[in-house]
């Protein structure tokens, strides 16, 4: 493929309604959409499993027992190809993070979205932290 | 009797400067690299089992394919292997759960494979679990911070006419074989490739894990081309049948609100 | 020496064609066929109909996302927007997606769909839930293909569930009957600069869209590949499937340069999958 470079106008193209809903995963069987959920806590780990990684969020409860939430996301290739690495997200890393609770009541849900303390969302197809500039995910998030 | 004598040195002339490298009539890449596109399989039971082992059940027998017979395990893995020896009917997840066999398990399972060879990616296509090797072969090298994959990530260079293979990011689960000959996630594998003749790669691993052996060692075999007419690759989905055993009859927990 | 040449013969006329807005002609392989080899970002090929049933599957295609999971983030592509906003993608036959139904398998479909949500049995798990291969139309786009072209062969390896697709151009005809693959046999000839694939010998254990949780047997699909840029390939899908529809359906893609230096990662599936364990509180594989 030959790179025109004065030709080739915005790159990247992405996601939601570009990528129609496809795909292998049944949110719906797992997940119930009339039960959001938004935790605070820290980040304990996470697992770069495909088809899902997982990212493990310690949150207080009143009684000052720890419950470990366990969240699913997308597939890793993609945060790999935008420049994240397994150390990118430092264990203790406080985040407060949204999703859909799964429906057999656990402490597990699907995640939608992360949140630094600072407001910056990560995942969400910015570049990884320290890799400079805007990766290729960043331009849109919706069309 | 000069005739004679004259085609006798010819032969004599020709045939040792052929024993040093691969055969001139090799068939040679674009890239001027040896072909390996084709299909591919070996044939013995190293998949049962990589060291000697007798015809036992459900077993078929084989000369190992370890260079000095026997895995230099440190002592403490000995006892790890044995476990996983008495349990292998559950616990090897390649037979159980049909997961990928990691490497170098994928290159002796008995079935064929693919090599789908470009001068940047070597691909190979495996019969079992529908399993992918990408070998990247741009000169790249691991990178950091990746995390482990079941086939591990591979690159790949050529040294003159072999291939060679550097593999690290091997996940731990994987085994070696069926006897529960296994690794951990500090396996780093080096694979070399020669091909021989048009039909047949000589196929030679090295495999070393600090943690679970006392130094490297390698495995050797023979990787024959599979020339039937129209062969090809074909499906082995085997985590559907199991999942229809495993869960067929099974009702779901979850209730919707 | 001589494909090198011929290659960069074509470099040379690509730059020159576009740089003079002439038709752009693709670089030929070493068996003279177009050149389609490299990373690509496959979108569009969906089916969504008109009058379908609502899927209990998609309760959030009207959020704007189709499913909260993050990193939806898809491979990102050199194309503009002008270009791609142009290009035909879903059901392009029937031009009004009301697809032509059987009206006892339009009824059948529209009962099996309502057991799907929470799943009845096993059956009713969306395929690609448990991490099956995905069939004709299927598959995850978030992930790149990889085309690699040989005298004899056209290869498309999915990232995705390391799907590996090897369309034999060799002349050869299609497996026997009795062979039945999730992806089906195919066997590819090339149309002047279009490459055409038959495939056959579907077995009937894969999804066709969220609408269409199954096929039959009867399964036959032709594509067509035809590289009209240097960014882009166009993609059409006939289905034919007698048991489900009248007359065959076709819908519209293509498939978009990923990046030059995009390699292939492992996405393995099964190895990793929560959602049978999580639906029917079983595992699957024994842990220690």
Known sequence: ?143 | MKAFLASWAMFVFVAIPLAAQAPARLPRTADGKPDLNGIWQALNTAAWDLEDHSGALHTPPGQGVVEGGEIPYRPEAIKKKAENFAGREKYDLAETACYMPGVPRAMYMPYPFGIIQTPKLIEMNFTFAHARRNIIADGTPHPDGFPDFWMGDSRGRWEGDTLVVDVKNLDERTWLDHAGNYHSDALHVVERYTIIDPTHIQYEATLEDPKVFTRPWKINMILYKILDKNAKILEYECVYYLQDEKYGNAKPVVVSK | MKIIATVMFAFVTVSLAEAQEQKWVAPRTSDDHPDMQGAWARRGTRIQEANGPVSPLGEFSSTGQPYPTIFNTGVATALDRATLAVQKTGVVDPADRVLPWRPEADAARREFIRHMIPPASLQYVEPTARCVLPGPVDGDDRSPFFIVQHPGSFVLAYEYNHVTRVIYTDGRSHVGKKLRFFMGDSIGRWESDTLVVDTTNFNDKTSLAQTIPYHSEELHTAERFTRVSPNLIEYQLTLEDPKLFTRPIKVAGYFAAAPKDTEPMEFACAEGSQTLPNVFGIEFAPTR
């Open chain 1, 1 to 143: 493929m030959t790179t025109q470079r004065s030709l080739i106008a915005t790159v990247t193209l992405f996601v939601a309604a570009a990528i129609p809903a496809a795909a292998h995963h049944s949110f719906a069987a797992e997940f119930d959409p009339n039960q959001p959920v938004t935790i605070r806590g820290t980040i304990n780990k996470m697992d770069w499993v495909n088809p899902h990684t997982w990212i493990y969020v310690d949150t207080k409860n009143e009684d000052g027992s720890i419950t470990t939430w366990r969240f699913e996301m997308g597939p890793p290739n993609a945060l790999l190809r935008m420049g994240w690495r397994k150390d990118s997200v430092t264990p203790g890393t406080q985040v407060e993070i949204t999703g859909y609770r799964a429906k057999d009541g656990n402490a597990v849900a699907n995640a939608k979205t992360v949140k630094l303390p600072d407001g910056r969302e990560l995942f969400s197809g910015g570049s990884a932290p320290g890799s400079g500039g805007e990766g290729p995910g960043a331009a849109e998030k919706k069309q």
